[in-house]
């Protein structure tokens, strides 16, 4: 069955959200973003979300994680509707259900990894004994073990990468979403990294659905979904 779907989607930034954008031309536009009829991953998939820079990616993203609400339309995580939540319940939600790794990480710097990893699991109720294993587990398959606790901002970009991936698996999510997870990599780590995601998201029995532009990744994936055949939008930055 579906995990995630999408029906009828139709978003755009308004003026309002562009914040302090010093480009006030594009910050006084209010161009539709994304239109997309309807989408669905089935459970366990492991999708590669594929498009051009600009053509909506990182927003769709922000949708399926309930970061932002659509327009109109409807974005169902494991058959719940996201907008029929509170804002605090789609927090909850988010936290336990779905696992995701931003382009920025968003890492704590002045935390330790393990810090980092524990307060993302501190409202799961997870037991200390078990966390600690699993902190140690998914550690040593990310191959983060050794800099477990060094502060975040002591890390390359690569390991902070692998750092994040870490934060958002301790929770054992049943989806899992990356934008752009291997742009610090080089061909060669970018297929040890996808063996090493793929082991865990099988270990898991996670959903994944991985996004870039970078379409060498695609040789990877069963299942290669490209934005512009979903989005009638059509992209461009
Ligand atoms: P991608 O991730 O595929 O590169 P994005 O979702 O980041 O694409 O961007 C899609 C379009 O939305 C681009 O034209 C971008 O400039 C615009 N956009 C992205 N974020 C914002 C925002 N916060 N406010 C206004 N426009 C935005
Ligand atoms: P990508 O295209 O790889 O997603 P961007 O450089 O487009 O990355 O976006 C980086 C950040 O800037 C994102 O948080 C995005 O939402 C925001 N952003 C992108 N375009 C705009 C825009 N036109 N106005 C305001 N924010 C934007």
């Not at 053509?55 to 058959?79: C, F, Y």
């Not at 990894?113 to 524990?118: A, S």
């Not at 501190?122 to 140690?136: C, K, P, Q, W, Y």
């Not at 301790?170 to 060669?188: C, G, K, R, Y």
């Amino acid at each position: 069955q579906a995990v995630i779907e999408l029906k009828d989607i139709h978003f755009s930034y308004s003026a309002s959200t562009s914040g302090s954008s010093s480009d006030n031309n594009v910050a006084a536009q209010q161009s539709l973003i994304l239109d997309i009829p309807s989408w669905a991953v089935p459970k366990k998939e492991k999708v590669f979300l594929h498009g051009a820079s600009g053509a909506g990616k990182s927003t769709l993203l922000n949708l399926l994680t309930g970061m932002r609400e659509p327009d109109r339309g409807e974005v169902l995580v494991m058959g719940t509707s996201l907008s029929s939540m509170s804002s605090s319940k789609r927090d909850q939600f988010r936290a336990k259900h779905i696992g995701v790794v931003f382009q920025q990480f968003n890492l704590i710097p002045y935390l330790s990894i393990r810090d980092n990893t524990r307060l993302a699991a501190h409202f799961s109720g997870t037991n200390d004994n078990v966390l600690l294993e699993r902190i140690d587990h998914l550690s040593h398959a990310l191959g983060v073990n050794e800099f477990v606790d060094k502060k975040a901002s002591e890390l390359s970009v690569g390991q902070q990468q692998r750092a994040a991936i870490l934060r958002a698996m301790v929770n054992e999510p049943e989806i899992f979403i990356a934008d752009e997870p291997t742009s610090a990599l080089d061909d060669q780590n970018k297929q040890r990294f996808i063996e090493v995601l793929f082991n865990l998201v099988e270990e898991l029995s996670m959903t994944l659905v991985l996004v870039s532009h970078d379409s060498s990744l695609a040789q990877y994936f069963s299942t290669v979904q490209d934005i512009s055949e979903l989005n009638k939008v059509m992209g461009a930055s």
